[in-house]
């Protein structure tokens, strides 16, 4: 099973300013990576596919990088309703495993 | 609009089985993979299981290989997870999501509201 590490497990940062989330993962995914948002009480949202696609909808201010083991998910300026967790996942491999999530707090 | 329904959920005794059913409308439901994903209470998020558009194939995490059995019926658009031999650590919110699109990519777009259940005597 492939292992999705997250990273830092709280990010604190005022609004206006980037955010920058990490992910690693314990063996090459390629660019099999998606980053999912969520906020208390909802189902996880689609923000990003294939490492560095935006889904429909979602605000260009977030973007994605990277490949292989390591990947990155920026969000340029940060807007309220931004705070919230994230959570990468891989579906290079069957079980497909998501990383243990970051949390967004307002600084 | 696409629409995910979860139902089945409740409380249940450990050794006890339930059955979850996902009702999907809103997009041709026999083109797409289907999944149900778990949270367990203040958590991170697990897949559970995954069944291709035919339903010709399954996938289990290991933690439920044997005891879960994930089914569809196309005919009526709803997707089904047959639980058995619960345990405590099966507490969780049950997701029913689709793939993304009419082939296997492996992520979802459209997620159901969840489904809470919960293994306790």
């Known amino acids: 099973e492939i292992v999705m590490t997250q990273s830092p497990a709280t990010l604190s940062v005022s609004p206006g300013e980037r955010a920058t989330l990490s992910c690693r993962a314990s063996q090459s995914v390629s660019s099999n990576v998606a980053w999912h948002q969520q906020k208390r009480g909802q189902a996880p949202r689609l923000l990003i596919y294939g490492a560095s696609t935006r889904a429909t909808g979602i605000p260009a201010r977030f973007s994605g990088s990277g490949s292989g083991t390591e990947f990155t998910l920026t969000i340029s300026s940060l807007q309220s309703e931004d705070f919230a967790l994230y959570y990468c996942q891989q579906y290079n491999n069957w079980p497909y495993t998501f990383g243990q999530g970051t949390k967004l707090e307002i600084k | 609009e696409v629409q995910l329904v979860e139902s089945g959920g409740g409380l249940v005794q450990p050794g006890g089985s339930l059955r979850l059913s996902c009702a999907a409308s809103?997009?041709?439901?026999?083109?797409?993979?289907m999944y149900w994903v778990r949270q367990a209470p203040g958590k991170g998020l697990e897949y559970v299981s995954a069944i291709s558009s035919n339903a010709y194939s399954t996938f289990y995490a290991n933690s439920v290989k044997g005891r879960f059995t994930i089914s569809r019926d196309n005919s009526e658009n709803t997707l089904y997870l047959q639980m058995g031999s619960l345990r405590a650590e099966d507490t969780a919110v049950y997701y029913c999501a689709r793939d993304h699109y009419d082939f296997w990519s492996g992520y979802s777009a459209h997620w159901g509201q969840g489904t809470l259940v919960t293994v306790s005597s």
């Open positions: 809103g997009f041709i439901f026999s083109n797409y993979a």
